[in-house]
């Protein structure tokens, strides 16, 4: 399954109203409907959005009552999105839920009974926000330093093609010849040679068609060759 477009299905208000209410209980089309401000017709135009996106997933049960089978809604991702948006970063990441990641915070036992359900939750909300806030403080120090990045290469190189190819990568870590060649409206010629331009002020790695940042070189450059390799 393709990624959904997240920004797109969040845009709009009823898709938001929509999914809150998925995620509070099991729910059928005619109670959804009855949940939101907008005709039936748009609510099964705004599920068929999100069903077509993979967000949805629906089927069709019998009720306890004779007459004919209803048709439920329920969400189809588990997923976190992650974005910063400001005039120095558009950043953004879908991070899987479903998957247990190998990390060294300390989180609550297992709970084994509803009231320590409710508390353990409530515990790993507080343990949220304070992580947020880690988040706020990372995302404000790069954003300055990104806005300090650009406009010191501006003022010593003065090249925007290059500040564009170091600015995307930066950010996503890598960035393939052939992304940077779409983006930037280049041949891919053109990208490695701003590249290699680049590369004589910023070590890259450029190999396979892939660019990024040469960590080893750039602490050697600093003087830190004792630290270089080391991640």
């Not at 053109?190 to 990024?212: H, N, Y």
């Given at each position: 399954m393709n990624e959904p477009d997240i920004f797109y299905i969040l845009g709009n208000k009823v898709r938001r109203d929509l999914l809150s209410h998925l995620t509070c209980t099991e729910?059928?089309?005619?109670?959804?409907?009855?949940?939101?401000?907008?005709?039936?017709?748009?609510?099964?135009?705004?599920?068929?959005?999100?069903?077509?996106?993979?967000?949805?997933?629906?089927?069709?049960?019998?009720?306890?009552?004779?007459?004919?089978?209803?048709?439920?809604?329920?969400?189809?991702?588990?997923?976190?999105?992650v974005v910063t948006i400001t005039p120095n970063i558009f950043w953004y990441r879908g991070l899987d839920l479903s998957e247990e990641p190998e990390v060294s915070i300390e989180l609550p036992e297992e709970p084994k009974n509803l009231d320590e359900m409710i508390l353990t939750f409530r515990t790993l909300t507080r343990k949220l926000e304070e992580v947020l806030k880690e988040l706020q403080a990372i995302?404000?120090?790069?954003?300055?330093?990104?806005?300090?990045?650009?406009?010191?290469?501006?003022k010593?190189?003065?090249?925007?093609?290059?500040?564009?190819?170091?600015?995307?990568?930066?950010?996503?870590?890598?960035?393939?010849?052939?992304e940077l060649s779409d983006r930037l409206n280049l041949k891919?010629?053109?990208?490695?040679?701003?590249?290699?331009?680049?590369?004589?002020?910023?070590?890259?790695?450029?190999?396979?068609?892939?660019?990024?940042?040469?960590d080893e070189r750039l602490k050697a450059k600093l003087g830190g060759e004792d630290d270089a390799g080391e991640d």
């Open positions: 729910c059928y089309f005619s109670f959804l409907s009855s949940k939101v401000s907008v005709s039936s017709t748009a609510v099964a135009k705004h599920l068929k959005i999100m069903e077509r996106e993979g967000i949805l997933k629906s089927y069709e049960r019998e009720g306890p009552f004779i007459g004919p089978a209803r048709k439920y809604y329920d969400i189809n991702i588990a997923k976190t999105y995302e404000g120090r790069r954003d300055r330093l990104m806005a300090m990045i650009k406009e010191t290469y501006l010593e190189i003065g090249d925007m093609t290059q500040l564009a190819i170091l600015h995307y990568v930066l950010l996503n870590g890598s960035a393939t010849v052939d891919e010629r053109e990208v490695l040679q701003k590249a290699s331009e680049l590369d004589r002020f910023v070590p890259l790695r450029i190999k396979d068609g892939v660019i990024t940042i040469d």
